[in-house]
């Protein structure tokens, strides 16, 4: 395979990128100078050795002294709240609203529908074990706020579940995100205004 339909194959790996797209990229990369797709391929090479994965909310951040992000290091948290989203851009974009002052946990996704085995889709073993360790600290409320999708609300359903069945969630108040997410909405494209209303009437 020539290096034209090699990187088309790669592109057409990235989440919601189809054949045309991908062609796209590689024709509109073709266009650019050598110095914007040098520096290109060498961010990538480096991009796994340059970045982390949160030792607790499993969210990536650039590397430092810390196995933790700057979010979990933060002292100045309220400890007694954890919301957990499906992915780092949901973060984003609740973080940046301002609206929520705990600690997160990325989950890694959602759970397809008919999805057989969904302990190896989203990170449920972990979220326990952080669950386990944040009431130790005072945790009272686990916020869920995925999609408001059939994938989202099936996930939804089965982080419940999952937490309904663990003896240690007897004194936490589960919630979900409230009114004013319309059906269909995926929080990466949720204004801030919608997230804070949502958040605001959790039920
Ligand atoms: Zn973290």
Do not use: W
Request: net charge neutral; proline share 4%; glycine share 6%.
């Amino acid at each position: 395979m020539d290096s034209i339909n090699k990187l088309i194959e790669l592109f057409r790996e990235f989440p919601g990128i189809g054949p045309r797209q991908a062609k796209r990229f590689v024709y509109f990369l073709l266009t650019k100078h050598a110095g914007y797709t040098q520096e290109m391929s060498r961010l990538i090479a480096d991009i796994k050795d340059q970045i982390h994965t949160c030792e607790s909310c499993f969210r990536f951040f650039p590397k430092d002294h810390s196995p933790l992000c700057q979010v979990c290091r933060d002292t100045s948290r309220d400890d007694t709240s954890l919301m957990i989203v499906s992915r780092d851009v949901d973060f984003e974009n609740i973080e940046r609203t301002r609206a929520f002052n705990g600690y997160y946990f990325i989950l890694g996704g959602n759970l397809p529908v008919l999805e057989k085995n969904p302990e190896t889709k989203i990170r449920e073993k972990q979220l326990i074990s952080l669950v386990e360790k944040k009431v130790a600290k005072g945790l009272t409320e686990i916020i869920i706020a995925l999609d408001y999708n059939p994938e989202g609300e099936h996930t939804r359903e089965h982080i419940e579940r999952v937490l309904h069945n663990n003896p240690l969630s007897s004194h936490i108040k589960i919630t979900h995100l409230g009114r004013g997410l319309s059906t269909g909405s995926e929080l990466e494209y949720t204004d801030a205004d919608t997230i804070k209303n949502a958040l605001k009437s959790r039920i």
